[in-house]
């Protein structure tokens, strides 16, 4: 019990990996990863952590079990007056009551245990008696089997949280599966039990103690301590719903046993402590393949975004190169330029067209990621807009890149001196470009951008009106800044539809940490033992 702070420090860091871990994605295995990590990070922070720094700190003996196994009445009975509500019947939710000598109350009024029970909002109740001895608490926890499922969690943390579990269970229940369980997580964490045959008949008790004796001794804990507490009316204790003082006396005198003899308060401490220490070997390895299991579906479901995207801009691409965006509204138009149609109304009409385009294909990745995504178990659910809202989004981006490539023409046109003359236009494009203004040579840009084969006319016409370098050099820059366009909205879009998964923070680095620091701990174990 006296840690080295090498341990200790392994112990705090592996407490710190833990709380990092995550595991968001709905994966077969996840609910119970998630419980078992609070569970851990619940027996680390309320029990390891403070028993290691302070081993001289009183025992906290945890009494659980099932609904109406008498927890409540066992503990009324032990103190001697009524300290925590009793009956069969519970409230939907129910407050730990925790009763000490008064010399430790400051043990326990902080948060050096417990720390998840704010004191000062009542969730940890808080008595104090002479009639139990120093060096030993008694917290009567909710019940395990509770209809409310924090009060279920609270209860198994409370548990953990103990460094004596006494598990009180009822002569018509002491077979079931719920009082096993937890016997069975005892011996898994070799924690220091006791347990608690509670209303017990006086007519059956030889035979019903004798057969649960036999199955203890069948599941190789024979050796832990057992107390019968006979069925008894309540006028028994008084009229005062209390056991009679004989009904209790042996397993108070266990208590104070625990309590005031050093080794046994040490065997008690450290064979608790030991178990929880080495029980986190397979529990943290669990964890780690847990969130192995989250990192690869995430990366997989990641690829498969990627996958969608980089296809739609492939296809988006050859649409550019073969001129597919020159269609209806836009060849029209550009047909009719200039003497049938303006400068403007053709840039228009290709910024309908290429908005129009980025829009359906973010729609069919988008498509193509949700069908990949429904086949995979865990996938986040979300992440799409509307097509309004995509719309929207790159008709911002497209406009963009249309005032940029004016500004571009409006360079050029400047590099160039102001010397144009009117350019004679081919069969199939521009019957004829008057003037080669600004607003001319951006539409001629943004047709040969977008036109394909179709618009060569369109570079033709611009090299005859700035010369064929300049002409070349425009189009270069104006290539750029399409590719980057495009480049960015589906960029954008696919982050935007990918927020859902990225957000959630799953990184191999969990499993990898975790990992270290549990092998950090089971190092520092072997030095310490040695």
Known sequence: MDARPELLEALTVLRERLAAACFPLELPGAPRARRSRAELLAQLDGYLLPRLRRPDAPLLAVIGGSTGAGKSTLVNSLIGRPVTEAGVLRPTTRTPVLVCHPDDRHWFAGDRVLPQLDRARGELAMETTRTLPPGIALLDAPDIDSLVEGQRDLAADLLCAADIWILVTTASRYADALPWHLLRSAQEYDVTLATVLDRVPHQIAAEVSRHYAALLEHAGLDDIPRFTVPELPESAGGGNGLLPRTAVAALREWLAHQAQSPSARSHAAARTATGALAALKGSVAALASAAAAQYATAVRLDQQLQNAYRESVKRVRQCLTTGGVLTGAARAHWAAFPEDTSSSELLDAL???????????????????????????????????????????????????????????????????????????ERGGPARVKTGDDGELAALLAAGLLGGKEAQIAQHTLAGVLGTLAANRMRDNGRRMLNDCVDQVLGEERDRRGDPLHHLGISADHQVELIAALSTLQAERLRTAA
């Open 351 to 425: 910024t309908d067209a290429l908005t129009a385009l980025l829009t359906e294909a973010v729609a069919a990745a988008d498509e193509h990621t949700t069908a990949a995504w429904r086949r995979e178990a865990g996938a986040p659910p979300g992440g799409c807009d509307t097509p309004e809202e995509v719309r929207e989004r790159v008709g911002i981006r497209v406009r963009r890149l249309r005032r940029c490539l004016e500004e571009l023409a409006d360079e050029a046109r400047a590099a160039s001196g102001g010397h144009n003359g009117p350019v004679i236009g």
